[in-house]
Nanobody, 124 residues
Framework: QVQLVESGGGLVQAGGSLGLSCAAS????????MGWFRQAPGKEREFVAA????????YYADSVKGRFTISRDNAKNTVYLQMDSLKPEDTAVYYC?????????????????WGQGTQVTVSS
């Protein structure tokens, strides 16, 4: 089992910034990658960003590329998501998740453990 705790959500005006963090505990040695997903009301959960735990390869959704930055701290088993130039359409509950195998990092169904989510609201 892997436990994930997200923090850092909140309310921000359009154009502002927020930083999210996700701390993992438990059987973290089984983690190959960590990802961020988001889900807005009435919409499906969508991929935001992912980072490989082994080689640091990074993946972004086109909608956030150039505005969001994912990073990791292996020693702390923590992944971060820095969100800049936020837009109202970024409003969603943001979830972090871990994947215990390589590949398919952009697909939510391939992730094994999920955090409880943190609300991000961007006002216009």
């Amino acid at each position: 089992q892997v436990q994930l705790v997200e923090s850092g959500g909140g309310l921000v005006q359009a154009g502002g910034s927020l930083g999210l963090s996700c701390a993992a505990s438990g059987r973290t040695f089984s983690t190959y990658a960590m990802g961020w997903f988001r889900q807005a009301p009435g919409k499906e959960r969508e991929f935001v960003a992912a980072i490989s735990w082994s080689d640091g390869s990074i993946y972004y959704a086109d909608s956030v590329k150039g505005r969001f930055t994912i990073s990791r701290d292996n020693a702390k088993n923590t992944v971060y998501l820095q969100m800049d130039s936020l837009k109202p359409e970024d409003t969603a509950v943001y979830y972090c998740a871990t994947r215990s195998a390589t590949g398919y990092y952009t697909f939510a169904s391939f992730y094994h453990y999920w955090g409880q989510g943190t609300q991000v609201t961007v006002s216009s």
